[in-house]
């Protein structure tokens, strides 16, 4: 988990600590992580937007076949459809350094989304 993940009173900081205990009575091993260096520069929105090329694909059978079905978001749907190449290849570049800083920062070890290790507990600890 990112430092001060469940940080002061809040609801949400509340909930992220019953999750996480939930998930370490589940067996899972909770390990506190430093974020990569530029964290919020790969992550901004910049870089969101231009990967909604590549949700845009997922979704262009229902782009042409009605658009209302889009409602008030149908303008960024749209303008997903026409990243000029060189942002998208510059945004896989990005993800890839992102990729590689979160997984040194990791030392190793990755704390979610594993398979299971016994049927007492969901996701594995390890890699």
Known sequence: MPPGYTSGT????RARAAMLD??????????????????DFLTGSSITTASAAERCETFMEFLRRD?????????????SLFVPGHDYVTWLRLRM???????????????????PRSPRSTWSAAR
Request: net charge positive; glycine share 8%; charged share 20%.
């Open 10 to 13: 809040s609801a949400t900081a």
């Open 67 to 79: 658009v209302r079905g889009f409602g008030v978001s149908l303008n960024s749907w749209l303008r």
């Open 97 to 115: 350094l992102l990729l590689e800083r979160s997984s040194s920062s990791c030392s190793g070890t990755w704390t979610w989304w594993s398979r």
């Open 22 to 39: 939930e998930m370490a009575n589940a067996g899972v091993r909770i390990k506190e992580v430093s974020l990569p260096d530029e964290w």
